[in-house]
């Protein structure tokens, strides 16, 4: 499955962003799909993830309360909205997608991946 991630931008700390990633190529319903941010110097890390129905989520303490991962699979997308956000979310951000079920926590996992979007927190 090809994936378009978009909806980055600079945003000042507090603000929201939401992410979406659009899918094409394949039937969507049957991927589980994860987003992962990647700051300057560090490794790219799971931020949250979601079934194939998006009835179940998970997302990584760091984010949870603030960011919340859903999908419209009839407009193959998935979303992360992103809530009060900090400086140190600032990354860029890819969604990736792995047929099945399970929601991955692990980069390796995932088969497809977007090209990424930068989100820029200022203080």
């Known amino acids: 499955v090809q994936l378009q991630a978009s909806g980055g931008g600079l945003v000042q700390a507090g603000g929201s962003l939401r992410l979406s990633c659009a899918a094409s190529g394949r039937t969507f319903s049957n991927y589980a799909v994860g987003w992962f941010r990647q700051a300057p110097g560090k490794e790219r890390e799971f931020v949250a993830g979601i079934n194939r129905s998006g009835l179940s989520t998970n997302v990584i303490d760091s984010v949870k309360g603030r960011f919340t991962i859903s999908r419209d699979n009839a407009k193959n997308t998935v979303y992360l909205q992103m809530n009060s956000v900090r400086p140190e979310d600032t990354a860029v951000y890819y969604c990736?997608?792995?047929?099945?079920?399970?929601?991955?926590?692990?980069?390796?996992?995932?088969?497809?991946w977007g090209q990424g979007t930068q989100v820029t927190v200022s203080s």
């Open positions: 990736a997608a792995r047929s099945g079920n399970y929601i991955y926590t692990r980069k390796y996992d995932y088969d497809d």
